[in-house]
C-alpha cells in the first residue's frame, strides 16, 4: 500500500475490510485496527505515521464512517503487546515489554496487567530510546540520532552486513556482495544458520546491541518478561543468546536475575490478533459506560 | 553514616526516629522509610544498596520491630516522585517521570496517576539506562556502563569540570584546580553564574546529557510532566534550558510537545515528605484490607 495517496489508501482499507463483514452475514461487532502510527487519543488522530500516508488523519473516525461499525485503533506495537499477553508468549503476565524488530522497531508495554499508551496516547516508542548519544541518524520521521531503531532494526542489521561484507570478501556474505544480492534479514540469516562467520557477527553484534536496549528496559520497568518478535527474529537464538549475555553483563538485580527474555509467538498475524483483541476489549468498555 | 556496619546504622537510625516518636507523645502512627535502595517486595528485603550497607536486609521488618509501629519503606527515587506527586510541582498529574540528579541519579514514575513499581519492586531505575553504549563505567553496584547516570549525575559533572579546567587553564575553573579547590556540583554552578565560561559549557554539557535521556523517556512514557530535582539542580535553569533544546531536537511528535520539563518543588525534603506519604499510603491500604 505504500505509494499511495490518503483517499486512495483509506478506500483500500476500506474495502478490504467490507469484503471480510461481507462473507460472515453481520457476524461482525466491531473492527480493530493495529497502525504504525503515533495516535493522539485525545482527538483520535493519527499524528505520525512513519511509513504510510496516514499524518495528521482520524483514522478510526473515517473508518467508522466507510464500515458503519465501530471502530478502534491503536499503534501496531501496542496491538502486538496485546496479542502476546491475550493469547501468545506473555499469557498471564503482569509486566511485560515487547519489542518488534523490523525496518523499524515497534515497542509495546503491559504495566500492572493493562496496556501502557501514556498520557495522550503516543507511548511505548521502545525503538527511540538513545542507546548511543553519537550514533547514527534515525529513520522515518524520527529526528533523533543513536536510536535503538538505528542500531538494532531490520535497516541497521542490512547496513551492518553491508560493512562486514565489504571486509570479508572472502566470506559468504562477501560473495553475496559480489553477486549483487541484497543483503537483508532473511539472508543474512539464511547464511549465519550454514556457519558463515560474517553473517555471524553481524547477528551477534545486533544481538548485543539488542541486549544493551533491553538491559536498560530491564532496569527501568523490571518486568516479568521481555518479548521480542518482528521479521527480525527469524534469526531466533542466534539474537537471543547474544542479547541475554549482555542484559546479565549490564543489568542490576534484583530485576536482572528475575526476567524472562523470550520469543513472541505470533509473526505477521500479531498485529491481527491484537487489533481483534483491542476491538474486543473496546466494546466490553463501551457496554459498562452503558 | 557511611562507614559504619549494619547493626549500628540500624540502631542509629531506630533511634533517631524513635527520639522524634518520643516528642509527640505517640500521635505518630506509622513511619516511612525512603531508602538508596534496589527493593523485592515479595520479601521487603533492600537487595542492593549502592551507598549504605544495606544490602539483603529486610530493612522493613527490623525497624518494625525495633520501632514497635507500621513501618513502610520504598526506594528513595520512589518516594521523591510520590512527594513531588501529592505535594509537589506534579500534584494533579497522572504521567510524570521524576529525575534526581545528586551523586547518582535517582528515578521515579508515576503512571495513571499510580506510583510505578514493577514486577517485584525494583523499578525505576531511570539512571541506569544506557545512553552511551561506549561510555564510562558506571558507578556503585552497577556493573554497567555508558548510563544516563555515569554521564550526567553530580559524579560525572565533577569529572567533565576537572577535564575542562585543565583544558582552560586560564578560566575560573581552571584557577579553581590550580587552587585545588574540589570542582564539585556547587562550585562549577556558582562559577557559571559568575559567567566563567569553561563553568558553564561544563553545565551545558550535562544538561544536553540529561535531555537525551529525557527525550528517550517522553518517547518511551509519553508523560504530562518531568520532574528534575536533586542536588545538580541548583544549576536551575542552566541545566534545563539545554536539556529542553534536546529534547525538542530529538523526541518524536506528539509526546514531544505535550510534555513540561520543569524543576522539582522539593529539595532535601523530597525523600521526608515522600515517606510520609508513603506511610499513609499504607496504612490506607491496610485499612481496606480489613
Sequence with gaps: MRGQDTPALLETIAAAVQELVNT???????????IPSLIDRRSGTSVVAVNLPLTDIRFGALM???????????????????????????RGVDHMVLIGLGTGI???????????????????????????????????????????EAMASGTALAREAQLFASVQP??????????????????VTELAHDGDSAARDVIQLIGERLGVAIASYVNIFNPEMVVVGGGVMGAGEMLLEPARREVLKRALPPSRDNVSIVAAEFGHEAGMVGAAALALDGLAARQEQL
Design 106 to 148: 515497534a515497542g509495546g508495554l503491559i504495566l500492572n496487567g493493562e496496556l501502557y499508551r501514556g498520557w495522550i496516547g503516543s507511548g511505548a516508542e521502545l525503538g527511540h530510546m538513545v542507546i548511543d548519544i553519537n550514533g547514527p541518524p534515525c529513520q522515518g520521521n524520527c529526528p533523533n540520532h543513536g536510536c535503538f
Design 24 to 34: 460472515t452475514q453481520g457476524e461482525i461487532a466491531a473492527v480493530g485496527f493495529g
Design 170 to 187: 572472502e566470506s559468504a556474505l562477501g560473495h553475496a556482495l559480489r553477486d549483487g544480492r541484497e543483503l537483508d534479514g532473511p539472508l
Design 64 to 90: 467508522a464512517e466507510r464500515l458503519d461499525l465501530p471502530v478502534f485503533v491503536d499503534n501496531d506495537g501496542n496491538v502486538a503487546a496485546l496479542a502476546e499477553h491475550r493469547a501468545g508468549a506473555a
